[in-house]
């Protein structure tokens, strides 16, 4: 496996007017323009959004109905065995043999994509212990946990040392342990081994969490494509966060003509003046309180489905 840096700022999927009408009139996906950048990146939105119609056309699994998709400036439709050459797919749903072990499924799908035997083999094993089932390898994969068989789909598809991994819904079925597990997983993947990912997912924190850039869809529709980091950016608005004494607090704070609003155990200030921060430090020790937290409230992911929402109800 290769432990190089992914190439930042190269194109790896680049979509124009994408559209997917399936029968009885149902688009799943319509007049999706976007430009991918290697890297590590989320495709998130609601289920039935289209993200699962987006991961099958960039295989070639389906055919677009108009518009068109390039994955490292291939055609899927017209090149689908040099596109899944550079492409591993984790699909969603439990698709694995019961009665094999994981070296053996591992090795054959390492053949189907075209090593020889004894590269497949070799593979298989590089690819199992880097999930972290490599002691476990020879066990049939109908005694492995629900974690363990999530891993064996990601190991299936690094097999054969792909440019491009599209996870769909990685974290499918885990417990929070093994939600972070296989997440630290992603992430050492995409910043070690210079593979980008694309992680498709309905779960927006755990995309905030680890990718460095997004798609977000909504009903079909490009809802936003950017770096997390610009969508994430710190906002003008503090939070503060105490133990106890929170009323007092907001009471205090009110009474230096701050604007105070409460979001949970969190006091929310705007930052409307250079003393903001001086006037809630001399409160909070006015009042002699414990003080957890006092920094810049930082924008969520979730906040881009929120807004839209908003909008379309005004």
């Known amino acids: 496996m290769r432990l190089v840096p992914t190439l930042s700022g190269v194109t790896i ?19 999706l323009t976007v ?3 290697a ?11 289209g993200k699962s119609t987006f991961i099958k056309i960039m295989l070639g699994l389906i055919a677009p109905s108009s518009g068109g998709v390039r994955v490292f400036d291939l055609d899927p439709v017209a090149e689908t065995d040099k596109v899944r050459a550079r492409v591993g797919y984790m699909p969603e749903n439990d698709c694995l043999p019961p009665d094999v072990s994981a070296a053996e499924f591992v090795t054959h799908m390492g053949r189907l994509s075209g090593l020889p035997k004894t590269a497949a083999r070799e593979r ?10 490599y002691e476990e390898r020879y066990r049939q994969i109908g005694g492995y946990s629900t974690g363990m068989k999530q891993r064996v789909k990601l190991a299936q598809a690094l097999v054969h040392d792909p440019d491009l991994l599209l996870l769909d819904e990685p974290t499918n079925g885990l417990d929070p342990a093994g939600r972070d597990a296989m997440l630290n ?25 680890i990718c460095d850039s ?9 809802l936003r494509a950017d770096r997390i980091s610009a969508m994430t950016a710190a906002s003008d608005v503090l939070v503060v966060e105490v133990s106890e004494g929170q009323d007092e607090l907001a009471a205090a704070l009110s009474e230096k003509n701050l604007r105070v609003s409460k979001d ?23 009042l002699d309180l414990p003080l957890h ?22």
């Open 13 to 31: 999927i680049a979509t124009q007017a994408l559209t997917k009408t399936y029968g009885g009139g149902v688009t799943a996906l319509s007049d």
């Open 35 to 37: 430009d991918v950048d």
């Open 39 to 49: 890297g590590v990146i989320g495709l998130v939105g609601a289920n039935g959004a």
């Open 124 to 133: 298989a094993s590089e690819a199992l212990r880097h999930v972290g089932l």
């Open 185 to 209: 997983l992603v992430q050492r993947i995409g910043n070690e081994f210079g593979i980008s990912v694309v992680v498709c997912s309905h779960l927006l924190g755990e995309v905030e969490r």
């Open 214 to 222: 997004l798609i977000a869809i909504e009903g079909g529709h490009l």
């Open 264 to 286: 949970g155990r969190l006091l929310l200030v705007p930052l409307d003046s250079e003393t903001a921060y001086d006037q809630i430090l001399q409160a909070v020790a006015d």
């Open 293 to 314: 937290r006092l920094d810049q409230r930082r924008h969520r992911v979730a906040e881009l489905f929120t807004t839209k929402k908003e909008t379309a109800d005004v």
